[in-house]
């Protein structure tokens, strides 16, 4: 079985950096209730201080599909995207680990 992990690029809108820490914070409240997810992580840029990056490890492909298939889903990250300018969204699987 392979490691996958969700993960979001993210960038702030102008001036709204604290406010969408807070609601992504709140986003991965709730994910960490969903059956087969790990502790998520939010990191930010040091040079591009509006530039996040999130990820979140799960037991198994089905289980991240099923979190992002629930019904609550996009309710809750809309809550998020409203404070961000860009977002892009991935799947990603370990393929090496030293």
Sequence with gaps: MSEVYSSGA????????????????????????MPGAGTAR???????????????????????????ADPEFGERIAAVREYVAEFTPSELELVAGV
């Design 42 to 68: 939010l990191i930010r840029d040091l040079d591009e201080p509006r530039r996040y990056l999130s990820f979140a490890p799960w037991e198994s492909a089905e289980a991240m599909h099923a979190w992002k």
């Design 10 to 33: 993210w960038t702030a809108k102008e001036g709204e950096g604290e406010a969408f820490v807070e609601a992504w914070t709140e986003f991965a409240r709730w994910l960490r209730t």
